[in-house]
């Protein structure tokens, strides 16, 4: 067999030579070689409500979705999905025409840009942003442009300067991608922020794609304001949400999106051809969990919230900046204060100084100057793994 030669065409198309193994396989791996806790990747360390887990073998042994279930997703769930949408924010949709089931939020992202852009087209999304959302335009054709959250040390968060965003956008836009709750900087975006994005939208007629899988972690005084309910936006949105956050089985991708029937006919389009179908038997328990009562949600709130106020308090005692989040289960913290500037640096000798891995926010930036100093840890672990972290992470006030 004759071997590839240096001068032959790389087998990776030219949209994704910038994308290689994620930061989160680098991280997670450097923390089982060195037996470090793990708060860089977001996923919980325990399951979620176990009559929600029997609901998932209750399905597989009374044969329901064994097999392929239906393209939008099965029809208790879309059911549930629409309730859901009503009692939470008095937003109707017809399950039928403006439901779709997909493999988690991050498949629900992808077949949404797949759909709607065209090669080209500009997409203005909130940086630092989700890592897939840069794949996810790269392998649309789309072209990124990211309009940076900057940090507010004073008020201890980061904020969206609605002029730059404004300035942003041009002929060649497409589509506003947004999230709120923000994954990495635990931002909620004020009901005055979503207004003034819901007028640049409707102004400039702009789609909508927005990623909401942390709707129901929000604290404090936040409050989640889904922007298909303002004005303008029910017919242009995309409102995208999924079961792995809310009720810890991120196993199971679980993800789904309301819109417009012309619209969820066009992510349809471009979905059937990426998963097809997923997660039968999971869609029926997704379906129990969404109508669990409200205390559930609560408990649920208050505990992520203990957790947050838990390791927020470490992480300033071990000498870290913190951003405390408003929502999500990610804390943001700044490096400087401790004499570091370089996040990924700082990222990888971590677990070998302190036994704990988190993640450089630098990677979800495309300015990576902007996010260089800045750092991740996920909250979203047992009480008990959260204190030995901040204990570990103590060692810094001492090197």
């Known amino acids: 067999m004759t071997g590839m030669t240096s001068t032959a065409r790389p087998f990776l198309n030219r949209r994704l030579t910038e994308f290689g193994t994620t930061i989160f396989a680098e991280m997670s791996a450097l923390a089982v070689a060195t037996g470090a806790i793990n708060l860089g990747q977001g996923f919980p360390d325990t399951d979620g409500p176990e009559e929600v887990r029997e609901a998932a073998v209750r399905a597989l042994r009374d044969g329901?979705?064994?097999?392929?279930?239906?393209?939008?997703?099965v029809p208790e769930l879309r059911t549930a999905?629409?309730?859901?949408?009503?009692?939470?924010?008095?937003?109707?949709?017809?399950?039928?025409?403006?439901?779709?089931?997909?493999?988690?939020?991050?498949?629900?992202?992808?077949?949404?840009?797949?759909?709607?852009?065209e090669p080209g087209d500009e997409v203005v999304a909130l940086e630092p942003y989700y890592d897939s959302y840069a794949a996810c335009i790269a392998m649309a054709g789309g072209t990124r442009v990211p309009v940076t959250l900057r940090p507010d040390p004073e008020h201890a968060r980061f904020r969206l300067d609605l002029?730059?965003?404004?300035?942003?956008?041009?002929?060649?836009?497409?589509l506003l991608l947004i999230n709120t709750p923000h994954n990495p900087t635990g931002t909620v975006l004020t009901r005055a922020e979503l207004t003034a994005i819901a007028e640049l939208a409707v102004e400039r007629d702009l789609l909508v794609v927005t990623?909401?899988?942390?709707?129901?972690?929000?604290?404090?005084?936040?409050?989640?304001?889904?922007?298909?309910?303002?004005?303008?936006?029910?017919?242009?949105?995309v409102t995208i949400s999924s079961a792995g956050k809310t009720f810890s089985f991120t196993g199971w991708k679980v993800g789904w999106l309301t819109a417009a029937p012309a619209l969820v006919t066009a992510v349809r389009s471009a979905k059937q051809y990426l998963t097809y179908v997923a997660s039968g038997p999971f869609q029926y328990a997704v379906a129990e969990a969404l109508s669990l009562p409200d205390t559930y949600f609560e408990t649920f709130r208050a505990d992520m919230r203990a957790k947050r106020d838990l390791l927020?308090?470490?992480?300033?005692?071990?000498?870290?900046?913190?951003?405390r989040p408003a929502g999500t289960y990610f804390v943001t913290t700044d490096i400087r204060p401790l004499g570091e500037t370089d996040g990924f640096a700082f990222c990888r000798a971590l677990p070998e100084r302190a036994g704990v891995v988190a993640i450089p926010n630098a990677v979800?930036?495309?300015?990576?100057?902007?996010?260089?100093?800045?750092?991740?840890?996920?909250?979203c672990k047992r009480t008990e793994v959260l204190a030995d972290a901040t204990e570990r992470l103590r060692k810094l006030r001492k090197d």
């Open 64 to 73: 329901r979705g064994n097999q392929y279930p239906p393209g939008p997703g």
């Open 364 to 379: 979800f930036y495309d300015h990576r100057d902007q996010g260089a100093p800045f750092v991740r840890f996920a909250f």
């Open 211 to 237: 990623d909401e899988v942390y709707e129901h972690l929000v604290f404090d005084d936040a409050e989640h304001v889904p922007l298909a309910t303002l004005p303008g936006m029910r017919e242009r949105t």
């Open 312 to 323: 927020s308090a470490g992480l300033t005692a071990a000498g870290f900046a913190v951003y």
């Open 163 to 174: 002029d730059e965003l404004r300035a942003a956008v041009t002929d060649r836009t497409r």
């Open 81 to 117: 999905i629409v309730e859901h949408q009503r009692r939470r924010y008095g937003l109707t949709f017809d399950p039928d025409t403006e439901v779709l089931v997909t493999a988690g939020a991050t498949e629900a992202v992808a077949a949404s840009l797949l759909a709607l852009l």
